[in-house]
């Protein structure tokens, strides 16, 4: 009797060690948000050689921060777009999106121009010959970067954010893969990784920023990051400069002379789901 | 400083103030501004112009033949050329110079080289020309806090047809359902 008690008392004690060493890892492991500069430069050496290792091929990771003064916005010109998804394999290429077929970031909706912008009826995957089809129009629909996002609000783990160029990142270490975002957005403009994502050596693009296109482990959820990597570069989007009509435009909403605030002030510009004060900094505009 | 000297300095002012054209007050910024290359009158920089293989210089095989300056079908060259661009209206001396085979002119009377082709199409097209020049029309590359890349109208509007055709989509994505069997 006496023993078993002793046990039990040695039991708790040992568990209660143990549980209280992995409360204190787990404080002292931070997101990438959180951690210092010199830190956040040994995560990054530390990626660089995993991804040498898996992939056998040299992984640049960049953490280059916001700029300052620069607030991103994308418009899209819905009377150009013909539904031709150059785009969404562009920014399959440029991201090191999974080839499984599933997974892209952009999908292209086809709608019918009777029923207008119609999610309910909207077709993703329309397989045809030549496009524009006769009687459709074509909606690309993206993260839509919301200054007001609902999918950072909801994640248990605060493992995705907004940051202050607007754009809105997920930190792969910190995910869960709950999903709880994925449930969130109305846009569905999140994806989750079901499996390993398949992507061979060759088909990786080895310019990446730690926020946005490196490779991703199964598990976690993805999404665009108006290619990060490029545009806190000063590029455009792969997607931009992919479109064969010129549907796709970029710029910093704080700049008086950039083609975003053009468009806004001279064109007839569309919100998705306006009446949700979601506030994407993604607008869809007739060019026309 | 006297009193007299005062007052004389105060007319001056009065006269000033009233000199200034009563109309200045109102002026407004106005609605539209060139943008800023147009303003500087710079020339845009754009790739070389879309030439079909060995047809420029026009005036290469020009140079010898005579202006035949009577709307006709072509046959014995650019035969294969189908103009549906308001051909009611127009035919290739409309835009092609008859002087100079190597040019293009405007309504004007004005020669222009085909890199500079974009002021031809602008002289209708001038909503799309102004878009164009802002970046709005038209597909973009480069840097958008600096340097971009431009096209010329031609290089993705065939001039004698300008038309979008429809073309070939990339695959859709895979559906769920179809991969899960996989």
């Known amino acids: ?288 | 400083m006297n009193g007299k000297s005062l007052l004389i300095l105060g007319f001056l002012l009065l006269l000033c103030a009233c000199s200034r054209h009563p109309e200045s007050d109102y002026e407004a910024e106005p609605s539209w501004k060139a943008p800023p290359d147009e303003q500087k009158d710079l020339a845009l920089e754009v790739p070389p112009p879309p030439f079909s293989e060995g047809i420029f210089p026009c005036s290469e095989c020009h140079k010898d033949l005579e202006t035949n300056p009577n709307r006709r079908k072509l046959e014995d060259a650019h035969d294969d050329i189908v103009l549906t661009h308001d051909e009611e209206h127009r035919w290739c001396l409309d835009c092609h110079d008859a002087q100079d085979r190597d040019k293009l002119h405007l309504a004007s009377g004005a020669k222009i080289s085909f890199e500079e082709s974009y002021k031809l199409c602008g002289q209708c097209h001038g909503d799309k020309y102004r878009d164009w020049r802002f970046g709005v029309h038209g597909r973009r590359t480069g840097l958008w806090n600096g340097k971009k890349g431009y096209l010329l109208c031609a290089h993705c509007h065939n001039p004698h047809q300008p038309h979008f055709k429809p073309i070939k989509p990339l695959p859709p994505p895979v559906r769920p359902e179809v991969s899960h069997g996989r």
Request: proline share 6%.
């Open chain 1, 1 to 288: 009797m006496a023993d078993e008690g002793k046990t039990r008392r040695e039991f708790l004690a040992a568990t209660g060690a143990v549980a209280a060493v992995g409360l204190l890892s787990s404080c002292l492991d931070e997101r990438l948000k959180d951690v210092s500069k010199e830190e956040l430069k040994s995560r990054i050496a530390e990626m660089e050689a995993g991804y040498r290792q898996k992939y056998g091929k040299e992984v640049k990771v960049s953490d280059a921060e916001p700029l300052p003064g620069v607030a991103f916005a994308y418009a899209l010109d819905l009377s150009r777009c013909v539904g031709c998804r150059r785009c969404t394999y562009a920014c399959r290429e440029e991201n090191n999106i999974s080839r499984d077929g599933q997974l892209f970031w952009i999908r292209v909706l086809e709608m019918e121009k009777r029923k207008g912008v119609d999610f309910a009826h909207a077709n993703a995957y329309y397989d045809a010959e030549k496009v524009p089809r006769d009687g459709h129009f074509y909606v690309p629909v993206s993260c839509q970067q919301c200054d007001n996002p609902p999918c950072t609000k909801v994640c248990p783990v605060k493992a995705t954010w907004k940051e202050p160029d607007g754009i809105v990142t997920v930190d792969y270490d910190w995910c869960i893969g709950c999903r709880y975002c994925m449930a969130a957005c109305s846009y569905g403009a999140r994806h989750f990784n079901w499996k390993e994502p398949e992507l061979k050596p060759e088909e990786i693009n080895g310019t990446t920023h730690v926020l946005g296109n490196r490779p991703r482990p199964k598990g976690v959820v993805e999404k665009c990051t108006f290619c990060i990597q490029r545009t806190r570069a000063g590029r455009y989007p792969a997607c931009v400069e992919v479109c064969p009509v010129g549907a796709r435009k970029f710029g910093n909403l704080l700049d008086p002379s950039s083609e975003i605030r053009y468009i806004i002030e001279h064109k007839r510009v569309l919100i998705l789901k306006e009446e949700l004060n979601t506030m994407p900094r993604f607008l869809y505009f007739y060019g026309t």
